[in-house]
């Protein structure tokens, strides 16, 4: 007999649309190396991104699995839940398994919903199909390898890891609240990745391609340099920390070996709120330096701006935005976001402790669009610039003059492809639904009001079957805050320690 296990990276549209965003990059791949876990000669395994294809409604497809494994960002704990309630109802047999950074920062709130919730690795899932099916589910501990040719074969892009976790500490990663270090695979392992995508522009999902080995940071370069002279591949990009550019031979050598775009998490330009945000390794270079020195070596730069009404005045903030679209030289941000409080992390524990959070804060809502802390100026004031914020309203002109003034300033430095990356940037940040789903960009959606309390209910959460009596719940939407911004009783277990429990910040 084969088991059949059905894979879901589950997602919440941040704009509210219902049916994905295929031309979104990066895409989250967790379902591809999930999938590599079992063991294709006894087990069938399908797998679905609702990033790039939209919520999960296929009930044929839902009552197919025994095993259905859900993961997905923290805000999609939500939609696990529904996933999960589906496949209950039209298999009661379906073994559900939940894991990624929701799980991780709610164990308690997810054992009680999910036969299994993994606090671990990808290697955890092994673990699960064997003490569900036996030894024979599941590839040998040294054997588990993406499942490339499940990926989706559209676009020009392949999507590799070099590495898990990073050596840094940021208030408001979720990386940081879970405390796990920084581990590297071997090259070997990373060769086999790139071959098996058949791509020829490569994206590495490593949170931090440089990472503290130097060492085998020249080893990938070196195998990239290869790679690239021989025509597996025609350029890669990655995400790297403000230290790889302090060292002017970094972008000498990723040139060299055919790097296209390097993103960093700049956040703001403000030397005070890095510090905040414990940012530190942003302040290696100065900011605009780096940004130059990165284009001036012809490898695109991108990045994205955090802008915080909790810690700086309105007018800064808009002082921030205007000062980016002053320079020429560099490109707009790829986003920009209102903090995010992920569970678990230090930033949140900031935000508790200081009484910021606000009133009826739902997880779905916790995705940058909406306002989720106290401002300093006011609700009004912030949820306006809010609204402003999501696609730069009365600047749009200024935007499109900029990404003109930046193609003519590189036109001879950077390549078509890279110019490309530079023009999304401008769209994203103007028309946001077009840039990653323009077909549905005048498909009529629940209007937002950037104001976390008041965020209208999302259609999803009704269900598109009779589901089982026991997982009617599931369909309620999951709150972080009461009406008087306190912990709801569901979470507080995992997010108050047990000697907060006594605080008044525990509610019903």
Partial sequence: MRH???IVNVFFD?????SGSPLRIPRGSGQIFLAGAFNPETVDVQ??????????LDLELLSWPDMLVLTGLTSGIDRMLHLAAYAKTLNPRVVTVAGGPAVRALPRFSAARFDHACLGDVEELRDVAIAEWGEDVAVPPGDLFPRMDLADGRGRVGYVESSRYCNFNCAFCSLSGEGRSYRRYGLDHLLRQ????????IVFLDNNFYGNDRGYFSDRIDLLRDLKRRGTINGWSALVTGDFFARQANLEMAAKAGCMTLFTGVESFDEAQLSAYNKKQNNAVPQVEMIRNCLEHGIMFQFGIMLDPSTRHIGDLDREIDFILSMPDIPLPAYFTLP??????????????????LQNIRLRNMNGLSLLVRPRDGVDEAVRFARRLVDLSGRKARVFAHGLRFAAHHARRLSPLQHAVALASSVLTTFPGAATAPGKLWRKRPELTFYAPTEPDDPVYAPVMPVDPAFVRHFEQTRLTDWESAITSELAPDLLAESDTSRPAVAG
């Fill in 194 to 201: 790139i071959e098996a995508t058949g791509k020829r522009q």
């Fill in 340 to 357: 995010i409080p992920i569970l678990g992390t230090p930033y949140f524990r900031q935000c508790l402790d200081a009484g910021l959070l």
């Fill in 47 to 56: 797998v679905y991104s609702e990033q790039t294809d939209g919520y999960l």
């Fill in 14 to 18: 941040e704009h509210r649309r219902r």
């Fill in 4 to 6: 059949k296990v059905l």
